[in-house]
């Protein structure tokens, strides 16, 4: 499958708990996977204020093999871009598995400081609040 056409698929979610599975997969089957990177993210904040799972089907796929390089710095822009319940979420998951305090304090810095941006929505300013709360 083509990458226009599951970007396509991708867009017309309307169920994510059901839908997103068989989208993650076909992706997967790509030429190259890492490559739709940018518009899963995308995806993301356009729908900041909704569970997209727990991990979930991208969170699983996009922290598979492509936590490294890029994928850091594209979860970094997103959250600076449009912060969002799943971004917020991976940015949790990446502090708990991190070793170094410094490492760490980055990425809740980041956390922090989409508590002031101006297109956070209430859910997930709550879901940060909590995350910061934790990680104290």
Same mark, same amino acid.
């Given at each position: 499958?083509?990458?226009?056409?599951?970007?396509?698929?991708? +867009? /017309?979610?309307?169920?994510?708990? +059901?839908?997103?599975?068989?989208?993650?997969?076909?992706?997967?089957? &790509?030429?190259?996977?890492?490559?739709?990177?940018?518009?899963?993210?995308?995806?993301?904040?356009?729908?900041?204020?909704?569970?997209?799972?727990?991990?979930?089907?991208?969170?699983?796929?996009?922290?598979?093999?492509?936590?490294?390089?890029?994928?850091?710095?594209?979860?970094?822009?997103? @959250?600076? &871009? @449009?912060?969002?319940? &799943?971004?917020?979420?991976?940015? +949790?998951?990446?502090? +708990?598995?991190?070793?170094?305090? &410094?490492?760490?304090? /980055?990425?809740?810095?980041?956390?922090?400081?989409?508590?002031?941006?101006?297109?956070?929505?209430?859910?997930?300013?709550?879901?940060?609040?909590?995350?910061?709360?934790?990680?104290?």
């Amino acid at each position: 499958m083509d990458k226009e056409y599951l970007i396509g698929k991708l +867009n /017309e979610v309307s169920d994510p708990e +059901n839908d997103l599975d068989p989208i993650v997969e076909d992706i997967e089957r &790509t030429d190259d996977p890492r490559s739709f990177l940018p518009e899963l993210f995308r995806f993301i904040e356009q729908r900041h204020d909704e569970d997209l799972g727990s991990p979930g089907p991208l969170v699983r796929f996009m922290e598979k093999g492509y936590a490294e390089g890029d994928y850091f710095e594209l979860l970094k822009k997103s @959250m600076e &871009t @449009m912060p969002s319940l &799943t971004a917020a979420w991976m940015i +949790n998951r990446i502090v +708990n598995a991190l070793k170094n305090e &410094t490492e760490k304090d /980055e990425w809740k810095i980041l956390l922090a400081e989409a508590l002031d941006h101006p297109k956070i929505d209430s859910a997930t300013k709550d879901r940060v609040q909590h995350f910061l709360d934790f990680q104290k």
